[in-house]
């Protein structure tokens, strides 16, 4: 009776027309996209309610008793029109006479989720239908006289507390009241539902897909949630600058946002069609009221400025904090790629003059438009966590992440991204913050934040599941696998958001951005590739776009999206592919004459560093003789690399004073992290290789270098290959002693047992020897150390392969102990490549004992390693070749009986082996393709007139450019 008696208080002060509980400014606001021709059977229906319509307006319906025609109407309307599905033999939505348990009493109809097991049923709705004649809020003439709308309501209060909503109807209206609101309906006249607005509203709102929900709430739920809040007036009728301010924090949660996507928005985009008014930084409107704004607006010393007239103008039109919202507005645009803004005051005049389409960026005449510059973000820097790993701040990041680990303070985007760059705890860690994270949703202006959060559980779905091994791995992976982003977008967020946030976390979550990345690196890719095709022809191309520009645009928009916005997505293969078809391309055009790209900024290399895998990096820089990055950026880029290496140690350069940084030891980090960390010390060196970084640059990272090298425990021999090969080209960067403490610090850290340093020994070695060829080795315990690393001898390549090129930097008597243990693997495991490596660095003489003879009985088995056919080669193996450019450099004659050796040998390698004494009847003059290259050899033949002949002849018949170059200087 409480209920009853509330209730009456509150009809007393009911109005005669009460405020709707959604209103249709309300509707439209959340709901402009809602179509109802996208519902199925919306004909049938329309054609249902025309013929109750009809039967209305014909009087029938007034001369029916209330139960000769309910059944038939809550079927017709609940059943058919809003799909409330009464007939299915197991489970249905619709249920006549719903008995309620506490009372007893029925309802004539309840929405719900209803099945054979009467104990389970679920009323989300009651219903209650009088006859047409019936006031629906007038006491009836019963024992207990309450209205039609009160006895709905006590059967509400009854069914329990799942039951949201109570509906009346008498046929002529329909009203729908939630159950904590009787004082306001929504109300719908039969006649009305012939309109197609009013059924749109009443489909939008009660269709059994919207309103009932069994497991969450449903959108009819959360409408009403947030229809208590004020409904932020329209863009059109607000101050241009509250317009501008208005469309940049819709996207809160999201640090960038495409500047293409902001360029098409309103108030920026004026047109009711798709622009393109984003170029090269500068955002471009044809918006009359932006360019008014623009005319009063400065900016000095990263300060804005208004004009006395802007003021008084916002003053008068109460427009709060001008310059808060104008700084965020500017700093907004300037972290989404935008530095200007172009605006143009009048573009129909100018469209009446001008072919170009006013859809794109057009160059306006000056007294037609204004640029500001809005870059007030100069001297900015971020010290986050995603900066401290890009920055290779390894130290840093992991101290971060270790001193707030558990912390609740510290879950949040960031630490959960963080955690997920470092690979912690095999990326449960971050999975952890993430479900915290959950919690964001519901709270105001967290939607954004919510939906990254949710996407970037799904990011970790494989890599959890690749990596992680725990107990729970499972619940984890099944916990993710039931995210639905879609369910996130259109349900759970639907009325948190704004119509163009939701599109654009539609695009996010399809990955549209990574897609036209993609594909605009391809198409500019191959344009450069057809570019420099047509200069190495010797072609020209006057005019024409910047298609290394249109490269870098598109491949920094997927960069500032994916590393600002904490999307966990670029360790996946898609994104390190764009990066490196983005690398190949810059370096395609870099190789292109006359026109290609003349340098490097920094920001390329690092991130082709941190990216690209060792061998796809070693294969797109193999032509480039010199990588040329720019002057400014040379400095960072050894700040950079300075900051890798001094992550892993503590204390100075002395072996004493040198500790490990524990938390980047292989026992305390992930796997993934490993390898990440020794790919980017690999593709470090590479670049060092290849750039021109001088030797004073260099100098900086020398000692940082060394002391890594001492205290690492990250790497594996194929990462110190690429130090290596450094070593070898560039040795002459180190000073001596730092080179001989690299050799030291390998020496002492190797084992027989080991083959992770071998290749260093070898090139610090004959680095040493050919920049610093005075200096020779004293050290008895080194050397002692390094034949105890090569006692442990086997079958294949042996230590003391590599260890023997100490042997020309030490001392007469040290070098003999790595000569003998030389001697004893060669007399033991003869190897033939092991005895070429000998003799190529003239450790040994061919005249030093019988292994020549050993070597010339292994090469004879490698007859026939090359054959031709029409012209073109098919090598099978190097070993002939190599031997006879050993033979020839190191001046080594063979004897008859040696020469005799060789039986298995095809006629280009019987003149290689002895050009002077063969029948030139039989020779071709392709065969000089291979040996292009070999100065001596060529030197050596170029009196032979019977190849001269033959040149020129195969020259006159097919002209090949290498082969008239090798004529040219040869036989010139």
């Known amino acids: 009776m409480l209920i009853i008696l509330r209730f009456e208080i509150k009809l007393f002060f009911m109005n005669i027309s009460p405020t709707p509980i959604f209103s249709k400014e309300f509707i439209e606001h959340y709901n402009s996209g809602f179509l109802l021709n996208n519902f199925p059977n919306i004909r049938a229906k329309r054609e249902i309610i025309a013929r109750w319509i009809k039967e209305l307006n014909s009087g029938k319906l007034d001369s029916l008793k209330e139960e000769e025609v309910k059944s038939r109407f809550v079927i017709d309307i609940f059943g058919r029109v809003l799909d409330f599905k009464f007939d299915h033999s197991k489970n249905w939505f619709l249920k006549e006479e ?31 239908i009088k006859d047409a004649k019936t006031d629906l809020e007038k006491k009836q003439n ?30 002529k209206e329909i009203r729908f009241y939630n159950r904590n609101s009787p004082e306001i309906y929504q109300n719908y006249n039969l006649e009305d539902l012939a309109d197609e607005s009013v059924l749109k509203e009443f489909i939008l709102l009660f269709h059994k897909d919207r309103f009932i929900s069994f497991n969450k709430d449903s959108q009819t739920d959360k409408l009403h949630s947030v229809s208590f809040k004020p409904i932020t007036k329209k863009e059109k009728n607000m101050h241009i600058l509250d317009q501008m301010y208005h469309c940049v924090s819709k996207f809160d949660g999201l640090v ?32 009359n009221a932006i360019y008014s704004l623009l005319e009063e607006i400065s900016i000095e010393n990263n300060e804005i400025k208004l004009s006395k007239v802007l003021e008084r103008e916002l003053s008068k039109e109460k427009i709060s904090e001008p310059l808060v919202k104008l700084r965020k507005i500017f700093r907004f645009l300037n972290k989404c790629m935008i530095s200007t803004i172009t605006a143009v005051k009048d573009y129909k005049t100018l469209q009446e003059a001008l072919d170009y389409p006013i859809q794109h960026f057009f160059n306006a005449p000056e007294d037609q438009k204004i640029n500001l510059n809005i870059s007030i973000n100069a001297g900015d820097t971020c010290d986050c966590l995603n900066c401290n790993f890009r920055n290779f701040e390894f130290a840093k990041l992991l101290t971060k992440l270790k001193s707030n680990n558990g912390s609740v303070d510290f879950f949040d985007s960031e630490y959960a991204y963080g955690n997920y760059m470092t690979a912690t705890n095999d990326y449960k860690t971050s999975f952890q913050i993430y479900k915290h994270l959950e919690n964001l949703k519901g709270k105001e202006d967290k939607a954004v934040e919510y939906f990254l959060t949710r996407l970037n559980m799904k990011y970790l779905h494989n890599l959890i599941r690749s990596n992680y091994e725990g107990e729970d791995n499972e619940n984890i992976i099944e916990n993710i696998r039931f995210i639905d982003l879609d369910d996130v977008i259109f349900n759970e967020l639907e009325y948190e958001i704004d119509n163009d946030v939701k599109k654009y976390l539609i695009q996010i979550k399809e990955e549209k951005l990574l897609n036209k990345v993609r594909e605009q690196i391809r198409k500019n890719s191959a344009e450069i590739q057809k570019l420099k095709s047509l200069y190495d022809r010797g072609g020209g191309q006057y005019g024409g776009t910047d298609i290394v520009a249109r490269l870098k645009k598109s491949y920094l928009l997927l960069h500032e999206h994916v590393n600002k916005n904490f999307i966990i997505q670029n360790i996946f293969t898609d994104y390190r592919n764009i990066s490196k078809e983005l690398f190949a391309g810059l370096i395609e055009s870099y190789k292109t004459k006359e026109v290609g790209m003349q340098e490097f900024h920094g920001f390329f290399i690092r991130d082709a560093v941190i990216h690209l895998g060792i061998e796809d990096l070693k294969e797109i820089l193999k032509d480039v003789a010199i990588l040329n990055i720019e002057r400014d950026s040379i400095k960072n880029l050894i700040d950079l690399f300075s900051n890798f290496f001094t992550s892993f140690y503590k204390g100075n350069a002395s072996f004493s004073g040198l500790l490990p940084n524990t938390l980047l030891a292989e026992s305390s980090i992930s796997y993934d992290l490993r390898n990440n960390l020794s790919r980017i010390f690999s593709n470090i060196f590479i670049m060092l290789l290849k750039s021109n970084i001088k030797k004073e640059d260099f100098k900086v990272i020398q000692t940082p270098i060394l002391s890594f090298l001492k205290t690492e425990n990250i790497l594996y021999h194929s990462n110190l290959d690429a130090l290596s ?70 079958y294949g390549r042996p230590k003391i392969q590599d260890y023997v090129h100490l042997s020309k930097i030490c001392s007469a008597e040290l070098q003999r102990q790595l000569l003998d243990v030389t001697d004893q693997y060669l007399d033991t495991y003869f190897n033939d490549r092991f005895y070429w490596e000998l003799l190529n660095f003239e450790i040994y003489q061919y005249t030093y004992k019988n292994y020549f003879e050993k070597f010339l ?57 002895d050009p002077f004494d063969f029948d030139y009847t039989l020779f071709e003059s392709c065969w000089l393709v291979h040996i292009l290259n070999n100065r001596k050899f060529a030197a050596s033949i170029k009196n032979i007139s019977e190849i001269k002949v033959s040149l020129e002849k195969e020259l006159k018949e097919k002209f090949d450019q290498k082969l008239s170059n090798f004529y040219v200087q040869h036989f010139i």
């Open 98 to 128: 719903a008995k309620m348990v506490s009372s007893g009493k029925k309802s004539d109809a309840a929405l719900g989720y209803f099945g054979i097991n009467k104990s389970s049923d679920d009323v989300r709705a009651v219903i209650e």
């Open 256 to 287: 960038f946002v495409d500047p293409n996507y902001i360029a098409s928005l309103s108030p920026f985009n004026i047109l009711n069609t798709q622009v393109w008014h984003y170029e090269y930084n500068s955002l471009f409107t044809l918006n």
């Open 857 to 913: 009985d292994e090469i004879c088995k490698y007859g026939g390693s090359i054959e031709f056919k029409d012209g073109e080669s098919t090598v099978h193996n190097f070993t002939f070749l190599n031997f006879i450019w050993l033979i020839h450099s190191i001046d080594i004659q063979l004897t008859i009986e040696q020469k005799n050796k060789f039986q298995r040998l095809n006629k280009f390698e019987e003149w290689l082996l």
């Open 142 to 171: 019963r024992k207990i006289k309450i209205s039609a709308i009160e006895q709905a309501f006590e059967y509400g209060e009854n069914i329990g507390e799942k039951c949201r909503w109570v509906i009346v109807s008498n046929f």
């Open 725 to 794: 090969r450094f070593l070898e080209k560039k040795g002459d960067f180190f000073e001596l002693d730092n080179l001989v403490a690299i050799l030291k610090t390998a020496v002492y850290n190797d084992d027989s047992q080991s083959h992770k340093y071998e290749r260093l020994v070898s090139s610090c070695s004959r680095s040493i020897r050919f920049y610093y060829p005075e200096f020779k080795i004293e050290d008895e315990a080194l050397i002692k150390k390094a034949v105890s690393n090569c006692s442990a001898l086997s």
